[in-house]
């Protein structure tokens, strides 16, 4: 069977696909406002499905806010490999390069991300009027914490941007359009005082829609303030993230775009994806069948390991429809003769359970860190399988 190692792997999912697409190291001119910079496209396209980046990388001023505002690190990687899917309903990735956001700043989306503030907040808190544009509700002060975070809590946990550059056939690249996604909360975490008992209360998802949808269209009419976003293309993805004690990420569940020039979102898409663990209620109450072939399949891993009752799975659905199932196995191993056999069991089982239309990733782990790596990618006939060493 051929090896592939994880980081290579996981590195070739999240950016460029699976089937190499060799082609030459391309040198564009990057048009930005009143200037132009060189630019180079890396010569190794994996995939027509993924988009190709630029060179040299240009961080946005944002970055790592995105960790500090989403409540597990699964939202954290769902909700950026989330946008670029949405994207590409969009932005053609044969005729869009990616760039991570130039435009939105730290500074900027923290100021969006506060609560609106009354006068005497403002005054209190000696902030300048012109910074009291938070996009969550007022906080008005008045009555018990508890009370007041039920009725007015935060639903916009943070707002990504990410930009998309269309190649020109003179060799310039220049922005042909941004993608917003806005990551809102199905729970707000709140204390009533700094260092105190941590409460939650829950947000019904009909109510962040609404919210979601009316933020939305606030931020529309806020990028086209900004020098250089006055007429691009927009479009615009909201994303629920999960609890903070949520073994599965969030998804997105609706998007709208702008049209070059407006300023008015177009009609809503809704998003039909979502992230179920198996075994759980959510699996039994709508996806039994799958839940089925999952724990047939995990019946027969226990039978290798009496006792062992540890499989867990994370599918992921598209218009209710299976698309891949990762599984993870921890396992206690005596020797690495034990790992490769039970390597090679668990391969057979995956091969016999699972159509080979869901793409299916297992990952066999032990107290001494990863043991094995096994992937079949859609209508394969053999899987991948590394053994670490």
């Excluded at 082609?23 to 995939?47: F, L, N, R, T």
């Excluded at 007041?148 to 941007?161: D, G, K, M, S, V």
């Excluded at 709208?256 to 699996?283: I, R």
């Excluded at 599918?315 to 891949?324: G, K, V």
Aim: glycine fraction near 6%; aromatic fraction near 12%; charge should be negative.
């Amino acid at each position: 069977m051929r090896k592939i190692s994880l980081v290579v792997l996981a590195f070739f999912l999240l950016l460029t696909g699976c089937a190499p697409n060799f082609q030459k190291e391309q040198e564009i001119v990057q048009e930005k406002d009143d200037s132009k910079e060189k630019a180079i496209i890396p010569k190794y396209k994996i995939s027509d499905q993924y988009y190709q980046t630029i060179l040299p990388f240009e961080p946005s001023e944002a970055r790592g806010l995105t960790v500090s505002q989403l409540n597990t690190r699964y939202d954290i990687d769902e909700f950026e490999t989330g946008l670029m899917r949405i994207a590409q309903n969009t932005f053609n990735p044969d005729k869009f390069l990616f760039q991570e956001g130039q435009y939105l700043d730290r500074k900027t989306v923290g100021l969006w991300l506060n609560r609106k503030y009354t006068d005497e907040q403002v005054e209190k808190l000696e902030m300048k009027a012109e910074e009291n544009i938070g996009l969550n509700p007022v906080d008005p002060g008045e009555g018990d914490v508890q009370t007041r975070n039920r009725e007015n809590p935060i639903y916009l946990a943070h707002i990504l941007e990410h930009n998309y550059l269309v190649r020109g056939e003179d060799g310039t690249a220049r922005l042909g359009g941004i993608v917003i996604g806005l990551a809102m909360n199905s729970v707000h975490y709140f204390q009533e005082v700094q260092y105190g008992a941590t409460y939650e209360t829950k947000i019904e998802h009909a109510v962040l829609d609404r919210e979601g949808k009316r933020i939305a269209q606030e931020v529309v009419g806020r990028l086209r303030q900004i020098k250089g976003l006055e007429k691009v293309p927009i479009t615009i993805a909201l994303f629920e993230q999960e609890s903070n004690s949520s073994v599965v990420p969030g998804n997105f569940f609706a998007y709208a775009n702008v049209s070059e020039g407006s300023s008015k979102l177009g009609s809503w898409e809704a998003v039909k994806e979502d992230y179920v663990l198996f075994p759980s209620t959510d699996a039994q109450n709508n996806y039994r069948d799958d839940l089925t072939t999952f724990l047939n399949f995990k019946q027969d891993v226990e039978e290798y390991f009496p006792n062992f009752n540890g499989v867990i799975g994370k599918a992921f659905y598209i218009d209710n429809e299976l698309q891949d199932l990762s599984i993870n196995i921890p396992i206690q191993f005596y020797g690495k003769s034990e790992a490769v056999g039970f390597t090679q069991y668990v391969t057979g089982l995956i091969m016999e359970h699972f159509p080979n239309y869901i793409a299916v990733e297992v990952n066999i782990s032990s107290v001494n860190g990863p043991e094995a790596l096994i992937v079949r990618k859609v209508n394969q006939d053999e899987p991948f399988v590394h053994i670490y060493n």
